[in-house]
């Protein structure tokens, strides 16, 4: 009788669409070292990933790519007097959303659909220069729907 009442109380399964992934917490430290160029270094050095942090690791390589293209521009830009502000305040900018993506691997989001992500140029642009590396991936083997 017991049994029937527990059967009876079953809860009914939940459809694929709402399940989602939901990142360790040594994932989502490891997603958020790479925005500090260390992480980038020792998953790569690694070869082997799962999406939530092929996700942060497209993103942050393609942030820095910008980084470091931007960097390049301030510094030619401080040598010319009255636009010198512009180039320190994109700057800051740019590093603003270095805040806003480790607060993003801090929470564990990742997108699944970019075509849903408003800052999706970072993944979709990143994805450009993390295929120059091999990496498997720890799920399924393959690489993961970007």
């Known amino acids: 009788m017991e049994q029937q009442a527990i059967d009876s109380l079953s809860i009914p399964p939940l459809p ?3 399940i989602s992934y939901v990142p360790s917490s040594i994932q989502k430290k ?3 070292m790479m925005y500090f160029l260390m992480g980038i270094v020792l998953v790569l050095s690694e070869k082997k990933t799962n999406e939530f942090e092929y996700f942060h690791l497209k ?3 393609w942030w820095w790519v910008g980084f470091l293209a931007l960097l390049l521009v301030v510094v030619l830009l401080l040598f010319i007097p009255y636009i010198k502000i512009l180039g320190i305040v994109v700057l800051l900018g740019w590093v603003g959303l270095l805040v806003c993506f ?4 801090r929470d564990g989001v ?3 659909d970019l075509n849903t992500y408003r800052g999706a ?3 979709s642009l990143g994805n450009r220069v993390v295929s120059l590396f091999e990496l498997s991936f ?5 690489k993961p729907a970007a």
């Open 102 to 105: 480790v607060k993003q691997a």
């Open 59 to 61: 993103q942050a390589m």
């Open 121 to 123: 140029v970072f993944p």
């Open 110 to 112: 990742y997108k699944k």
């Open 138 to 142: 720890d799920d399924s083997g393959e």
């Open 30 to 32: 490891r997603a958020l």
């Open 16 to 18: 694929e669409s709402s």
